[in-house]
Each structure stands twice: as structure tokens, then as C-alpha cells.
């Protein structure tokens, strides 16, 4: 259990500099899935689950639209 929970944390860092290492708002998402997804898991390890899944709908969700709206207008030429 102490490695699953080292692997979470390691995953976790690592997601979180695929989102702060990407200049395309298009591979950082991917990062911000997986650090959202890998954090909540941690969070499921401990034992507060409810938490983790209100997180996962909060978190995942605003940063979601700040994703589409940034891609939006990354893609309008003017």
C-alpha cells in the first residue's frame, strides 16, 4: 500500500508539470486529467471519498471551461 501511495504521489507531480510545462492548451489538458484523476485516487487511498469526488466535479469541471474558453480563443484569428 505505501508504494501505491508513493505512485500516486509521483503521478500526481508529474501531472502537474505536464499542465505548467505545455504551452499548448491542447496536451495540458491531458496533464490536468490526469493530476485531477491520480489526485483523487490519492485522496480515495486515504480514505475520504466523498471528498475526492466532490473535488473531482468541482475541480475538474471549472477547469474544464476555463480549457474550452482558452482553446476558443486560441482558435479565432482575430
Do not use: E, H, K, R
Not at 493530476?35 to 475541480?59: D, E, K, N, Q
Request: hydrophobic share 60%.
Amino acid at each position: 500500500m505505501t508504494y501505491f501511495v508513493i505512485f500516486l504521489g509521483v503521478s500526481f507531480m508529474l501531472g502537474a508539470l505536464a499542465v505548467a510545462s505545455n504551452p499548448s492548451p491542447y496536451y495540458g489538458v491531458v496533464g490536468l486529467v490526469l493530476a485531477s484523476v491520480v489526485g483523487c485516487g490519492w485522496l480515495i487511498s486515504l480514505g475520504v471519498s466523498f471528498i475526492s469526488l466532490a473535488l473531482f466535479i468541482i475541480y475538474l469541471g471549472g477547469m474544464l471551461v476555463v480549457f474550452v474558453y482558452s482553446v476558443s480563443l486560441a482558435a479565432d484569428p482575430y
